[in-house]
């Protein structure tokens, strides 16, 4: 169960364009790419948009919890709902430090600050206000996708698997 909640995480946050670095990629950066980073970010509204994705895949965390757990209250899973959303929240400004060192190592700080312009432009503000809509339909679609997609992979890995005289 763990596992699929892990997936259902990382699936939504992947959609957001999301990313994860290791520290030693934002020590490589420079401070000046760091802040324009930063700032591409901000012009992104990235942590409205985490926000948006963690409301999107709470039910499908909430759909493995209730698979799970069958015959927990419903008081239960609200208070576990409430906690879940609580406790990602906490860790998003953690996220945006991770994404922007993951920027800061692909772009230049001039490229950062181009990128800050558009999304700051009239185009690149209607891009960012439509980002949550979007992202609440993709996340039931993408969790499906993976869970399906992820079923049938298993299932032909095996099939070869089982070709070549080799089992798991």
């Known amino acids: 169960m763990f596992r699929a909640i892990l997936s259902a995480v990382v699936v939504a946050f992947a959609i957001s364009g ?6 030693q990629t934002a020590s490589q950066a420079s401070q000046a790419q760091m802040a324009a ?3 591409v970010l901000d012009a992104m ?9 963690i409301d999107a895949m709470a039910p499908v965390v909430m759909a493995q919890i209730r698979q799970g757990h069958p ?3 419903d008081k ?10 609580e406790e990602m929240g906490k860790s998003v400004d953690d996220l945006l430090k991770m994404q ?23 185009v690149g503000k209607r891009f960012v206000d439509e980002q949550p809509a979007i992202i609440k339909e993709v996340t039931p679609l993408a ?4 869970q399906e997609a992820g079923q049938r992979a ?9 070709k070549e005289g080799m089992t798991l």
């Not at 922007?100 to 009239?122: G, I, K, P, T, W």
């Open 154 to 162: 298993a299932q032909k890995a095996m099939e070869k698997l089982q």
């Open 100 to 122: 922007a060192a993951v920027y800061a190592e692909h772009f230049s700080a001039q490229d950062l600050n181009a990128l800050a312009a558009f999304y700051r432009s009239d």
């Open 143 to 146: 969790a499906r996708w993976g």
């Open 18 to 23: 999301t990313a994860v670095a290791a520290d």
């Open 45 to 53: 509204n990235a942590k409205n948009t985490a926000s948006v994705i």
């Open 37 to 39: 980073a930063l700032d």
């Open 76 to 85: 239960t899973l609200a208070a576990f709902d409430a906690a879940f959303k």
């Open 71 to 73: 015959t927990a209250s």
